[in-house]
């Protein structure tokens, strides 16, 4: 349906195939799916944006970017980044500002296809983030899926004449801005509470214990295996079968990967307390509710948040739970903290991307009863925890 009067556009040259009526039902295959992979993409990340956050801090670490603070970096970064796919995703599937949508579509597989080929060669992270953790790729698939994206936007660029939009100019321009301020929203709540959907392993109703085991018969992983020797100021390497003689000196063993075995669900849950034991197993173990208060970084926890932690604590610990604090943060650290925040419940240690992905707040608290994650909540909602 038309609003008002078409806007005429130039002519451009396009794809032959384009003119026929088959090649117009392609091009809005191609522009379909084209939006879709982009509005998977920034709304799996628009769930979770303090995923994005700690995806390019990682990155930004990772091309030893250490001359700026990166989390000042990396908030910013990551919801202009959301926006941008949804964004353009938006544009594309309503046809709405369709010669500046592809174009940016173009453009945006066009930077982050050699950046992917970077980090497919050079491997400095393992996983790209694309989709966030709903679903996850190689580098070299996600450097492939970029090749084919990249084929597709070009098709759509060169063929944008051949489209006709449905809104006028003013229209597009309302309708943008409403799916951009939607956008910001859905990302502020998701940020200012937790995730609407739970991608990772410790979802609530997770048995920890059970998501650990490894089932019977299980394939596990296989490694083939080589050494390398020295013998007269040369070095060789053999096989595991071919080893030789005493002659040679032994210099070093090397091992590689050829086939992955299964993965548990969730691999470990270490904590440690000041004498480096692992506590992990207790709170898993116990007969009853225990309260983990995760903090991954003490000196960017929330000061309103601890002191709602605080009041929690006063009012549940013994009678209705234990209590945890757990951080990555140092014991000098800690020592400062809890005398700071006047804190009386302990608090352990644990590996940052551990915490992180446990939950997604700082601090945030997890409740485990018998095992089991029976609620999680950010420091504004731990008014209704079970």
């Given at each position: 349906?038309?609003?008002?009067?078409?806007?005429?556009?130039?002519r451009?040259?396009?794809p032959?195939f384009?003119?026929?009526r088959?090649?117009?039902?392609?091009?809005?295959?191609?522009?379909i799916l084209?939006?879709?992979?982009?509005?998977?993409?920034?709304?799996?990340?628009a769930?979770?944006?303090?995923?994005?956050?700690?995806?390019i801090?990682?990155?930004?670490?990772?091309?030893?970017?250490?001359?700026?603070?990166?989390?000042v970096?990396?908030y910013?970064?990551?919801f202009l980044?959301?926006?941008?796919?949804?964004?353009i995703?938006i544009?594309l599937?309503?046809?709405v500002?369709?010669?500046?949508s592809?174009?940016?579509?173009?453009?945006?597989?066009?930077?982050?296809t050699?950046?992917?080929?970077?980090?497919?060669?050079y491997?400095?992270?393992?996983?790209?983030?694309?989709?966030?953790?709903a679903?996850?790729?190689?580098?070299?698939?996600?450097f492939?899926?970029?090749?084919?994206l990249?084929?597709?936007?070009?098709?759509?660029l060169?063929?944008?004449?051949?489209?006709k939009?449905?809104?006028v100019?003013r229209?597009?321009?309302?309708?943008?801005?409403v799916?951009?301020?939607?956008?910001?929203a859905?990302?502020?709540?998701?940020l200012?509470?937790l995730?609407m959907?739970?991608?990772?392993?410790?979802?609530k109703g997770?048995?920890?214990?059970?998501?650990?085991?490894?089932?019977?018969?299980?394939?596990?992983?296989e490694?083939?295996?080589?050494?390398?020797?020295?013998k007269d100021?040369?070095?060789?390497?053999?096989?595991?079968?071919d080893?030789?003689?005493?002659?040679w000196?032994?210099?070093?063993?090397?091992?590689?990967l050829?086939r992955k075995?299964?993965?548990?669900?969730?691999?470990?849950?270490?904590?440690?307390?000041?004498?480096?034991q692992?506590?992990?197993g207790?709170?898993?173990?116990f007969?009853?509710?225990?309260?983990l208060?995760?903090m991954?970084?003490?000196?960017?926890?929330?000061?309103?948040?601890?002191?709602r932690?605080n009041?929690?604590y006063?009012?549940?610990a013994?009678s209705?739970?234990?209590?945890?604090?757990i951080?990555a943060?140092s014991?000098?650290v800690?020592?400062e903290?809890?005398?700071?925040?006047?804190?009386?419940?302990?608090?352990?240690?644990?590996?940052p991307?551990?915490?992180?992905?446990?939950?997604?707040?700082n601090?945030g608290?997890?409740?485990?009863?018998?095992?089991?994650?029976?609620?999680k909540?950010?420091?504004?909602?731990?008014?209704?925890?079970?």
């Amino acid at each position: 349906m038309n609003l008002g009067r078409k806007r005429r556009h130039p002519r451009t040259t396009g794809p032959a195939f384009s003119s026929t009526r088959q090649g117009r039902f392609t091009l809005h295959l191609l522009r379909i799916l084209t939006s879709a992979v982009f509005i998977f993409s920034g709304i799996v990340k628009a769930v979770d944006p303090l995923g994005t956050v700690y995806k390019i801090e990682d990155y930004l670490q990772a091309f030893g970017v250490d001359w700026i603070q990166v989390s000042v970096v990396a908030y910013p970064a990551a919801f202009l980044l959301i926006a941008l796919e949804l964004m353009i995703g938006i544009q594309l599937l309503f046809m709405v500002r369709f010669r500046l949508s592809t174009l940016l579509a173009f453009l945006f597989i066009v930077v982050m296809t050699p950046l992917t080929l970077y980090i497919a060669l050079y491997n400095p992270v393992t996983d790209c983030g694309c989709f966030g953790d709903a679903i996850t790729i190689s580098n070299w698939q996600t450097f492939a899926k970029n090749m084919v994206l990249l084929s597709i936007t070009l098709v759509l660029l060169l063929s944008r004449a051949k489209f006709k939009t449905f809104f006028v100019a003013r229209v597009e321009n309302v309708i943008a801005l409403v799916f951009l301020v939607m956008a910001g929203a859905f990302m502020a709540y998701n940020l200012m509470h937790l995730p609407m959907l739970d991608f990772r392993p410790y979802k609530k109703g997770v048995d920890i214990k059970a998501a650990m085991k490894i089932p019977e018969g299980a394939p596990i992983d296989e490694y083939t295996y080589s050494f390398t020797y020295r013998k007269d100021g040369r070095q060789k390497r053999f096989g595991l079968n071919d080893l030789p003689d005493s002659t040679w000196t032994f210099v070093e063993q090397h091992s590689e990967l050829i086939r992955k075995g299964y993965e548990p669900e969730i691999k470990s849950f270490t904590i440690l307390d000041a004498n480096f034991q692992d506590i992990g197993g207790d709170i898993l173990d116990f007969n009853g509710t225990s309260y983990l208060v995760l903090m991954y970084d003490l000196t960017r926890t929330s000061a309103r948040g601890i002191a709602r932690i605080n009041d929690l604590y006063a009012s549940r610990a013994d009678s209705r739970g234990r209590f945890f604090g757990i951080t990555a943060s140092s014991s000098e650290v800690v020592a400062e903290f809890k005398k700071q925040h006047k804190l009386t419940f302990p608090i352990y240690s644990a590996d940052p991307v551990f915490l992180k992905t446990i939950i997604r707040a700082n601090p945030g608290v997890v409740v485990i009863t018998n095992g089991t994650i029976v609620d999680k909540r950010n420091w504004r909602d731990i008014d209704n925890l079970k």
